[in-house]
């Protein structure tokens, strides 16, 4: 699983495998899933991130996991 986030251009993905992409679908606005061969969401891109969250929380971010 990898995190990005783009501050170039004001974006975050979530890549939860390296499946190949086969099919993007905008949910909400600037809201983006990404679907493998077997309709498994396995990307979430997010835009207009910086609109979404303060600058100052980016700069922190957290990982929980329970296992």
């Known amino acids: 699983m990898k ?3 783009d501050h170039k251009n ?3 993905y ?3 495998d390296e499946s190949a992409i086969i099919e993007s679908e ?3 606005p600037g809201v983006i899933l990404d ?3 077997e309709d498994n969401v396995i990307g979430i ?3 207009g991130l910086s609109k979404r969250v303060p600058l100052k929380m ?3 971010l ?3 996991t329970e296992i």
Do not use: M
Request: glycine share 0%; proline share 0%.
């Open 3 to 5: 995190l990005k986030v």
């Open 10 to 12: 004001d974006a975050l």
């Open 58 to 60: 980016l700069k922190n």
């Open 35 to 37: 679907y493998d061969a």
């Open 45 to 47: 891109e997010i835009l």
């Open 14 to 16: 979530l890549r939860l």
């Open 26 to 28: 905008e949910i909400r």
């Open 62 to 64: 957290q990982f929980e």
